[in-house]
């Protein structure tokens, strides 16, 4: 009997497949990604300033008004993208079989721990407390904790349910390494999702923004991997958030004790 698993090709180690470009659609991304982000930013920002009283001149709070501004437009963006776009998904769905929650979970504290060493690497080998500039008080340190894993729905809605929804659907095509494989929709999202942090380049030291360009890119590529598997945002929503918490929280733990 012949081997016929032996006569079939080998697949190459990486591949794209399917791959239609246009620029237009990835220009719009661009552009759709400011304007679910930036304007409530900057609204939530002007209410800060004008009412710190509202806020206990709480920094926290501020992002935490941010982040619900932005997360309705996000729900907005769905809505729109549902009524002109029916074919593009949101994956803004409980899981419909395997949740891939604990693998989330596993991812996100990988996503931590790269992210501590990567921003605050020179404080780590010195023993110096890290300054994340979070309010070390009552309120501050659950707040603090509180918005940074929100920041795993907010984004997660605005970057692979929308934006990815939309790109898989106006620039389709597959991606493949080895046996890692999404839509390049999500690599072009990724790339994106990287670019909308180039606030740490104004703000923080230079090895520190690079670190966050490469990993906020390859975070991307893993949460639309989650996203597919699970048909969900639930699991990229946790691995994304819980990633942000614990990262956050180990800045806070490692400040008192290095103090």
């Known amino acids: 009997m012949t081997d016929t698993t032996a006569l079939a090709p080998s697949r190459p180690l990486f591949e794209i497949t399917g791959f239609k470009f246009r620029l237009w659609p990835i220009v719009l991304a661009?552009?759709?990604m400011q304007l679910m982000l930036w304007p409530a930013r900057e609204a939530a920002r002007w209410l800060f300033k004008h009412q710190a009283d509202w806020f206990h001149h709480q920094v926290w709070a501020f992002v935490a008004l941010a982040e619900l501004f932005q997360i309705a437009v996000g729900l907005m963006a769905v809505l729109v993208m549902r009524r002109y776009l029916p074919k593009a998904d949101?994956?803004?769905?409980?899981p419909p079989q395997r949740s891939y929650a604990g693998l989330a979970v596993l991812i996100g504290i990988g996503m931590a721990l790269l992210m501590l060493v990567a921003d605050y690497w020179p404080q780590l080998l010195s023993r110096t407390a890290p300054q994340g500039g979070y309010e070390m008080t009552a309120i501050g340190i659950p707040g603090w904790l509180?918005?940074?894993?929100?920041?795993?729905?907010?984004?997660?809605i605005i970057f692979r349910g929308v934006l990815v929804g939309m790109l898989t659907v106006l620039v389709p095509g597959r991606v493949r390494l080895a046996r890692f494989e999404i839509p390049v929709s999500g690599v072009i999202v990724s790339l994106l999702f990287g670019a909308a942090?180039?606030?740490s380049f104004f703000q923080d030291p230079l090895y520190q923004a690079i670190a966050q360009q490469l990993y906020a890119f390859l975070f991307g590529l893993t949460y639309v991997w989650l996203m597919e598997r699970s048909r969900s945002l639930l699991a990229p929503m946790i691995a994304h958030g819980l990633g942000d918490l614990l990262e956050v929280g180990a800045v806070m733990l490692l400040s008192v004790a290095w103090a």
Do not use: D, K, T
């Open 30 to 32: 661009a552009i759709l």
């Open 90 to 94: 949101p994956y803004l769905r409980w």
């Open 146 to 156: 509180a918005v940074m894993f929100v920041a795993g729905p907010n984004e997660e």
């Open 197 to 199: 942090h180039y606030g």
